[in-house]
């Protein structure tokens, strides 16, 4: 419950399970947790799930010859991991998701590396076709275990409010 939530500095809540529209508030920024170290097998099955060809994330030889010496984690897998960290908190209660926008890929990933996310509150509003529900939009950023930004977007959700969510009406 967000009641729960551990309050970790000024404007900032450690995640909890899921949060209904009323829950947020703008300004407010949730730390994701845990932490995620991702591997280079994980980025080669990404890449062949999403049929990505390109050699840069599973040809050892090929990447040592580009700008990063090594192969890089495929950017989708990266948005993909923040978006999926996030959901517990921010959209755990989502009726839909309503879009993404301004990703950015700031800096590689590499195998091995462990990654945190924490998103932000933009603002929020009623729904004027959905009255049990609000429209949310937080920016998530992302980081590695040396604190440098690897990602940033912005998500737009569905959210249900309090007493319409589906963990409201059954037994969950």
């Given amino acids: 419950m967000v009641q729960t939530a551990k309050k970790t500095g000024e404007n900032r809540y450690r995640e909890t399970f899921g949060r209904h529209y009323e829950d947020f508030k703008v300004g407010d920024i949730y730390e994701h947790r845990p932490g995620r170290t991702v591997t280079q097998t994980e980025n080669i099955w990404f890449t062949l799930l999403t049929m990505n060809t390109h050699p840069m994330h599973f040809d050892e030889e090929y990447a040592k010859a580009s700008e990063f010496g090594k192969c890089i984690i495929c ?31 700031v800096h590689p990933v590499y195998a091995g590396d462990t990654l945190y996310a924490e998103s932000e509150v933009l603002e929020k509003r009623e729904s004027a076709s959905r009255p049990g529900a609000g429209i949310v939009s937080v920016k998530t950023i992302g980081k590695n275990q040396d604190g440098t930004v690897v990602c940033t977007f912005t998500r737009t959700m569905l959210i249900a409010k309090t007493g319409h969510s589906v963990e409201d009406k059954v037994n969950y």
């Avoid at 989708?76 to 996030?86: D, I, N, W, Y």
């Avoid at 517990?88 to 890929?105: P, R, T, Y």
Wanted: aromatic share 6%; hydrophobic share 50%; no cysteine.
């Fill in 75 to 105: 950017s989708p897998f990266t948005v993909a991991l923040m978006v999926g960290m996030s959901v517990s908190d921010v959209s755990q209660k989502a009726v839909a998701n309503l879009g993404w926008s301004d990703i950015k890929l």
